[in-house]
C-alpha cells in the first residue's frame, strides 16, 4: 500500500475534545498513514544513512488526561527505540505538518552535537535553507526560522544543549496545513527524502 498523503481532517483530530476520543480517531485516521509513511521511507533512510533504520509511530501511550496535541513518525538506528538517539521525524500539529532532525531530551548525544555545531557553525548556516526551521521544545508547535537565527542565538542554542539536561534540539522543514493537504502522497515522499537529505549532516554531527 502506497503512502497518499494527508488531508484537512488528518490535522483536525487535534481538535477532538477528550483523551479517549482524540486518541480514537488519531489510531483510526492518522496512525495507519504513519505507519504506511514510515516503511515507505525506511529503506530510503536506511541508505542515507548508511545503517539501518527503524521505523517507530508514536503511540502516546505514557498520556492519561492530556490529548496529544501533535504525533509523528520517527526513524532511528535502534529497533527498540529511538527517543535516546538522534533522529528523523515527520509529524503533524494541528497547524502544520514537519519533517525533522531532532535530538530530544533523553539522548545523551545533545553535547557531542552541540560542540559539533559550534566548529561547523558557518558551513551549516550557509548551506540549510533559510524557509527552515530550530526548535529546542518538542512539544511547541512554534519554532525560529533558520533566517532569523543569529550567532548570539545559535550560542544560546549550543550552551543550553551543553548545559541543561532536559534540552532538545530540531530542525527541519514545517508545512501549513493547508499546503501540506493539498500535496500528492508520492510528491510529498519526495519532499520529505529531500528534506532528509538537507539535514544528514546534522544528523552526522550527533556521533
Known amino acids: 500500500m502506497n503512502f497518499t498523503g494527508f488531508t484537512a481532517d488528518d490535522f483536525d483530530v487535534f481538535l477532538v475534545p477528550g483523551l479517549e476520543n482524540r486518541m480514537e480517531v488519531l489510531i483510526e485516521r492518522v496512525r ?3 505507519e504506511t509513511l514510515g516503511a515507505e521511507i525506511a529503506p530510503y533512510i536506511s541508505a542515507l544513512c548508511g545503517e539501518e533504520m527503524f521505523v517507530h509511530v508514536a503511540k ?6 492530556n490529548p496529544p496535541i501533535d504525533t509523528w513518525v520517527a526513524w532511528a538506528a535502534n529497533k527498540r527505540g529511538y527517543k535516546a538517539l538522534p533522529h528523523f521525524e515527520v509529524g503533524m ?6 519533517i525533522i532532525f531532532a535530538i530530544i531530551y533523553e539522548s545523551p548525544n545533545k553535547t557531542v552535537f552541540a560542540g559539533n555545531l559550534e566548529k561547523q557553525l558557518s558551513k551549516i548556516n550557509s548551506k540549510l535553507p533559510k524557509s527552515y526551521y530550530w ?3 518538542h512539544m511547541n508547535p512554534d519554532g525560529t526560522p533558520h533566517a532569523d537565527m543569529s550567532k548570539e542565538s545559535f550560542g544560546v542554542l549550543i ?3 551543553k548545559q541543561v539536561k532536559k534540552a532538545e534540539v530540531m530542525c527541519g522543514l514545517r508545512i501549513p496545513r493547508e499546503e501540506a493537504a493539498s500535496i500528492e502522497g ?19 554531527m550527533a556521533f
Open 93 to 98: 500539529f494541528e497547524s502544520h505538518l514537519f
Open 159 to 161: 550552551n543550553k544543549l
Open 60 to 65: 502516546h501511550a505514557r498520556r492519561t488526561v
Open 186 to 204: 508520492d510528491k510529498l515522499v519526495e519532499t520529505i527524502q529531500d528534506t532528509f537529505e538537507t539535514l544528514l549532516p546534522l544528523y552526522r
Open 32 to 34: 495507519p498513514k504513519l
Open 135 to 137: 526548535s529546542t521544545d
